[in-house]
């Protein structure tokens, strides 16, 4: 327990220390207490249209202006937060459990298990992700659970290879050969020993995989292929901004720069998380 | 050598088996084919049922598929179901729009990411390397569209410089064809440009501190020989490995910028094949992608054999 306390010290001493880290973090809870308090925050319901307002450039009370059906962009901009982070938490579950129960059983049986699992993912990586999940979105249609279906899909390699990676290195430790001889069975090893020391960099990938996750969600909303109106996701407000560029550019300018600061938001603190808990960083500093 | 290249063909025949099956049973699942797309949901059973037996839609997937993969073998990759074209021709007709981008934003990518990437991993603490960093790290977070919306709005909205879509050839009017080139490629190349840097950045520095240069710096080198001689050339070794990911992203990748600028690449012609469900189509152009990915990461393999003496295929 003491050494544990000591570790969360030595780890929360380099995380707040690197500065770009501590504004990720910053980023990441703005945004989850954003998509809490999204009822109390947007000052309009996201869907309602005053026509009378419709197209207005931003002023006093509609700070980030209106769309073509007079619905107020900032408090659009506030529920999307909802939606975003919903499609980065769920699309990264999926691809965790997946890739992880993949991952782990190709790592810890090895010889069939590994070839079958371990192809099946090269062949997910063959081609270019983003040309994978409009593939997924044109079989399952667009919607919103689809896209975290197809985001989840094409993320899942990336766990997988992680945990299988890391399960070859943890096989040749001594503590695994202790676990066995105390009579552990399999399934238990695999989460109490495999899966519990590969933790940290799990929860690196996840962080920097809920910005992949909310890119690639935005490309496809964008694109029509994601999100459906009315819905108020980021990129499929940026679609619909798209042909009012000469009449309406606030349209297009702050959804836009919300998924810009999602997104640089949880790929900080990911960074920083992996400079924190990677041990042979800590010590060098000039 | 030779045997090399011979067995990475050989699993390159493979995969792409694979995958064209997968590719080709996914999108038979939908619920909804092409001769409903062609009729419209209100036409009788009677057409319907024709229409399937003329596409081939009655026979067993499996049949299907041997059908459509022998075509394609020599050549034939079907017909669109919609304009009643072949794909081939289709895609042949979208190429030159996309070789195009494909150079032109990869040159874009490589003059910035070259030089920013090697002085800010010679120097990592200068104030280059930091400017570098904060902007690999906005051009990762950067939604590529929103970007090519930005462009637009500054150059063709409120500036009326550059055309905001479309092509012109760049043979047919050189001056029209760059100016069209001009804010998609720099939308792609920025995008490239930003996780290009950090790699070459982090591949410069593991080179400058390995041992070599310590030595090379023990012997009395200059840092001018150091760094021309021996740093570079070991630096640009890993940058061809990961050029190959880098023109995938790009053939991938340019789907939305191409979208966002109206641009008729294979892209666009993708992404309307997906809104018309014309699986001829989309099939035909995710394996011409997939096929041109894989030779790509052929070369790639086989250029860096040739360049790094060290690596030997056996």
């Known amino acids: ?286 | 050598m030779h045997q090399f290249i011979l067995r990475r063909m050989i699993q390159m025949v493979f995969v792409l088996i694979l995958f064209s099956v997968i590719v080709f049973t996914v999108l038979r699942l939908v619920p909804g084919d092409s001769a409903t797309a062609q009729l419209g949901l209100e036409a009788g059973d009677q057409a319907y049922t024709e229409l399937r037996a003329e596409m081939g839609l009655d026979q067993p997937i499996f049949i299907q598929y041997l059908s459509w993969a022998s075509n394609v073998s020599q050549g034939d990759f079907g017909v669109s179901w919609f304009s009643q074209k072949p794909v081939i021709s289709l895609i042949k007709k979208r190429i030159p729009a996309s070789i195009w981008l494909t150079l032109s934003a990869l040159t874009i990518a490589l003059i910035i990411s070259i030089p920013v990437g090697i002085i800010s991993g010679i120097k990592p603490n200068s104030w280059i390397a930091h400017i570098a960093t904060f902007f690999s790290l906005t051009g990762l977070a950067l939604p590529s569209f929103w970007m090519g919306l930005m462009l637009i709005l500054t150059f063709s909205v409120f500036n009326r410089w550059l055309p905001p879509s479309g092509y012109v050839s760049p043979f047919i009017d050189p001056i029209m064809g760059f100016k069209h080139l001009i804010l998609p490629s720099l939308t792609l190349g920025i995008e490239i440009a930003a996780p290009l840097t950090r790699f070459i950045r982090s591949g410069m520095l593991d080179v400058m501190n390995s041992e070599y240069i310590r030595t090379a710096r023990a012997k009395g080198l200059t840092e001018y020989l150091v760094i021309s001689q021996h740093a570079l050339r070991n630096a640009m070794l890993s940058v061809v490995t990961i050029l190959g990911v880098f023109i995938g992203y790009l053939l991938g990748g340019s789907i939305i910028t191409e979208s966002v600028f109206n641009y008729p690449g294979i892209g666009t012609l993708l992404l309307q094949a997906i809104h018309q469900r014309d699986y001829g189509v989309i099939q035909g152009i995710i394996l011409f992608i997939s096929l041109i990915f894989m030779f790509i990461n052929l070369m790639v393999d086989i250029s860096y054999a040739i360049l790094d003496p060290r690596i030997r295929y056996e």
């Open chain 1, 1 to 286: 327990m003491k050494i544990l306390f000591s570790r969360i010290k030595i780890f929360l001493k380099a995380f707040s220390s690197n500065r770009l880290a501590a504004l990720g973090f910053v980023i990441v809870i703005v945004m989850l207490l954003t998509a809490l308090l999204a009822p109390i925050l947007a000052p309009y319901p996201p869907d309602k249209q005053i026509y009378q307002d419709a197209r207005q450039s931003p002023s006093v009370q509609h700070i980030f202006g209106t769309d073509l059906l007079g619905r107020d962009i900032l408090s659009r901009v506030i529920y999307g937060t909802r939606i975003s982070l919903m499609v980065g938490f769920l699309s990264m579950a999926i691809a965790a459990s997946f890739g992880i129960t993949a991952g782990l059983l190709a790592g810890f049986f090895g010889g069939w298990t590994d070839t079958i699992f371990m192809r099946a993912m090269d062949a997910l990586m063959a081609f270019p992700a983003i040309l994978l999940a409009l593939l997924i979105m044109s079989v399952l249609g667009p919607s919103l659970a689809n896209a975290i279906i197809a985001v989840g899909i094409i993320y899942t390699p990336t766990f997988a290879r992680l945990i299988r990676a890391s399960a070859l290195s943890i096989r040749e430790k001594e503590y695994l050969e202790a676990a066995r001889a105390i009579g552990m069975p399999n399934w238990l090893i695999m989460i109490k020993v495999i899966l519990l020391n590969s933790l940290s960099p799990i929860i690196v990938q996840l962080s920097l995989g809920i910005g992949y996750a909310i890119l690639v969600e935005a490309g496809l909303s964008f694109l029509g292929l994601g999100v459906q109106p009315p819905q108020p996701a980021w990129g499929s407000m940026l679609g619909e901004a798209r042909n009012m560029m000469v009449f309406a550019p606030w349209m297009a300018t702050f959804p836009g720069l919300a998924i810009f600061f999602a997104v640089i938001g949880f790929n900080l603190m990911g960074d920083g998380l992996r400079e924190a808990i990677d041990p042979h960083r800590i010590v060098v500093k000039h």
